[in-house]
């Protein structure tokens, strides 16, 4: 586990997840504008209002420029013969080892936004945990998704 | 082989015995006021005239259903399978065959004593949480003789050379009652005293309360101090007899497919672990247990609902350290030679980590209390000393063990625990490492086995030494590593 995994995900990722961000936060501004709504109604102090617009706009930096950016630097994979080998996460990084025999089902995802950018999501599930594999191109999550699924298919061996 | 005639009378549609009527209502009573109990409450002090005629409807309904769902149950065995119909509005049939069937516990509580029946349970592999079929009043002759034809797989004289050459173990009083004693349940029970008292204190009337709270306090402080030690020891009384009413009786037994184990006092339960389902051994120890060198030992197993109690069931609720071994050796072959291993410890830098992680919250606690109530302050101070300890003690007693196929490791939360699997059966191993730990050449590690329900079994070691992990992580990675198909086939033989 000294080496990272070879393979980045899709390079869009990093756009969908900005949007999927945006979406979040622009709930979040609509939430403030209603703030300042109100207090202009019952007349009571602008400021509260005021600190969550520049909460937001951090919050906007970090979630929509930051994080995706970050998260896509870190994403990696590798599928072996034997094993599927995972590494993500931005403050804490961690490396996944899934055993190809341990493999019990594999899915492909794909909600409104990836499909707009034409990609996928392969989750990973062994009888006691599942591990996501965010935005692959379609075609790439499909060809994965079929090769772990003939590589888990060949060895059975006792739980 | 067995009563031809018991097989031929268990081909027909047979009913539950009518005693499972009032099992179904009594449960669907408890859940009832389990679920709403507040809510009953406050209907109660709302209007009482309500709350009889809701109580009233609410009871003739549920006898009206009750007998309803008797009516329509029933259950057969026709060839190799286990049908079952039942339903009131929607009417279900499910057929089990034999094949699937993993194992059948019986159970019995004080009615069913009474009218000398049994609760069977029917468990397949799916991963469900419940029981697969569960007949919850059956006469005891027709339980045995439906678990002797549904799990008939040997002759009777086998059977019966099995039965002398039995190896089995019961807990004796004496241990009972020295579990009973370092339990630790009477800190539990406290909190369950202290969570119904402040439920139920609206209830009491004011000028009761009133009058019990001002006798208390004029008491002398002598008085209190006698009280509260007399109090303590009848909590710790409890501990002792709830201890021996659940685990009085124990009984392990090793069989061809599984382990047996027995337990209970008032209420007999009995359940099959099969060996193949087992992921993992451990040895727990708390640290009431730990001057005396008493453990208890568990086991981790996929699947299958085995006790509403116990997440991991129990397979000896006390042994001495000596005795942990021997117990090994004999009940679970597979695993011997892998209790008490020398461990690899955690490095020196990792203790910061423990320590800080458990002092946090304390300290947290402490900063608000020393601002506005300096006079307690010395409370949360208490609290970050021992949670400092613990961090400390946590950090001493981590560590893991590579041999073999096998991986064994210890952590302690409060209690404890070193945990014997294989690799064969850790579904998933990661490594995580923060930045800090990155800096400082550390890492920690988590391995998923299978659990109760789908969720699974996990464990996390942490702050351990960075290459040791990716050591660990080599010794698990399947890649380029030859196969021993030797070494993981004879490790399936039991005898």
Known sequence: MREQPKNRIAKEAVKAWRIAASIYISIYFILVLASFVFAYIFKFTYWYSIGALFLGFLLGFIFIYLLPKLRYRRWRYEIFDQEIYIQRGILVMTRTLIPMIRVQHVDTEQGPILKRFKLATVSISTAATTHDIPALREEDASALRDRISTLARVEEEDV | ?495
């Open chain 2, 1 to 495: 082989m067995f009563d031809e005639a018991l097989v031929e009378k268990l081909q027909k549609p047979h009913r539950l015995h009518p005693a499972s009527m009032l099992f179904s209502f009594v449960r669907v009573i408890k859940e009832t006021i389990l679920g709403f109990g507040l809510g009953l409450i406050i209907t109660l002090k709302e209007s009482l005239f309500y709350f009889f005629i809701f109580l009233i409807i609410f009871v003739i309904g549920l006898i009206v259903y009750s007998i309803f769902s008797w009516l329509r149950f029933t259950y057969r065995v026709e060839g190799d399978e286990l049908r079952i119909e039942q339903g009131v509005f929607i009417r279900k049939k499910r057929y089990i065959s034999k094949h699937r069937i993993h194992k059948i516990d019986l159970t019995a509580n004080v009615i069913h004593r009474l009218f000398k029946l049994v609760h069977v349970k029917i468990d397949t592999a799916s991963n469900s949480g419940d029981a697969e079929v569960s007949l919850s009043a059956v006469r005891m002759s027709d339980a045995v003789a439906l678990r002797t034809i549904l799990q008939h797989h040997k002759s009777q004289e086998e059977a019966e050379r099995e039965a002398q050459e039995k190896t089995k173990e019961t807990i004796s009083w004496k241990r009972l009652f020295i579990a009973g004693s370092t339990s630790g349940s009477a800190g539990v029970i406290i909190l369950a005293v202290l969570t119904v008292f402040s439920q139920i204190e609206e209830l009491i009337p004011r000028d009761l309360y009133d009058t019990a709270f001002h006798y208390i306090i004029n008491l002398s402080l002598v008085l209190i101090v006698i009280i509260s030690v007399f109090a303590l020891v009848v909590l710790w009384l409890f501990g002792i007899a709830g201890t021996m009413i659940k685990y009085g009786n124990f009984t392990i037994e090793k069989r061809e497919k599984g382990l047996f184990i027995k337990r209970g006092l008032l209420e007999t339960k009995e359940l099959t672990i099969p060996y193949q389902r087992i992921q993992a051994v451990g040895i727990e120890q708390s640290p009431i247990r730990q001057p005396f060198g008493y453990v208890r030992v568990f086991a981790v197993v996929a699947g299958g609902s085995f006790d509403d109690q116990e997440t991991y069931p129990v397979l000896f609720p006390l042994l001495h350290e000596r005795e942990v071994t021997s117990f090994i050796t004999t009940y679970l072959p597979e695993f011997q030679g892998n209790v008490q291993r020398e461990l690899k410890r955690i490095p020196k830098v990792g203790r910061l980590f423990y320590v800080i992680k458990n002092v946090i919250f304390p300290i947290l606690i402490l900063i608000p209390c020393l601002i506005f109530f300096p006079q307690f302050s010395w409370i949360p101070l208490i609290l970050v000393l021992l949670s400092g300890i613990l961090g400390w003690l946590q950090h001493q007693d981590a560590g893991y063990d590579l041999n073999g196929r096998f991986f064994n490791f210890q952590f302690r939360r409060i209690q404890k625990v070193y945990v014997m699997t294989t690799k064969n059966r850790i579904q998933a191993f990661e490594k995580t490492q923060h930045v800090i730990q990155r800096k400082l050449c550390l890492a920690s590690l988590n391995i998923s086995l299978l659990g109760m329900s789908g969720i699974g079994t996990h464990y996390a070691l942490h702050h351990l030494d960075e290459t040791e992990v990716n050591e660990i992580g080599a010794w698990y990675s399947h890649r380029k590593t030859v196969k021993e198909p030797d070494v993981v086939t004879q490790a399936y033989h039991y005898e």
